[in-house]
């Protein structure tokens, strides 16, 4: 037999410490790439704004900020579901979206937003006041009537009204 045959024995084995060794620097490699590319895409967007009307872009970006503010809260049903239909809620609520569409400098969408934040609050402060009169009559020992009066549901219309004017407003 000559000297050069198989080696006997099993292979020698390479450890584990090697392979995640590897695969932390193939991480590393793409998180490289994703952040220059992100800031590649960050400085050729903000090219963009530079040579564009300085008046159309900065509108456009507030009004894309007071809609995203107004989507993120008013639309959300979890902050809905949360404020269940306490007015004081649904008003803080509004504040809110209020206040950063006030950082955004979005005046139209602003008062947007404030006419239908007065609709939409009166409508649920008319209902919890009916509801509460309705409750201490019943507690009176008295029947009244538990049908919704017209006033107040008739302020549906306002609400869809004002709701849709914001919604319309957003791009």
Avoid: F, H
């Amino acid at each position: 037999m000559p000297p050069y045959g198989p080696p006997s024995g099993p292979p020698p084995r390479r450890g584990p410490g090697r392979t995640l060794a590897w695969l932390a620097a193939g991480l590393v490699l793409v998180l490289l790439v994703l952040g220059a590319v992100a800031l590649v895409v960050r400085n050729d967007s903000g090219d963009d704004g530079d040579s564009g009307s300085a008046d159309g872009e900065s509108g456009d970006v507030a009004r894309e900020a007071s809609c995203d503010a107004y989507r993120d809260v008013v639309q959300s049903s979890e902050l809905w579901s949360a404020a269940d239909a306490d007015p004081d809620r649904l008003q803080e609520m509004y504040d809110a979206v209020l206040a950063d569409i006030a950082t955004a400098g979005d005046d139209e969408m602003a008062a947007l937003v404030t006419d239908e934040a007065t609709v939409v609050v009166s409508y649920y402060r008319a209902l919890a006041d009916w509801k509460q009169e309705t409750e201490d009559a019943v507690r009176r020992g008295e029947y009244p009537d538990t049908t919704v009066p017209t006033e107040i549901t008739s302020q549906r219309g306002e609400i869809t009204r004002t709701q849709g004017a914001v919604v319309e407003a957003c791009p």
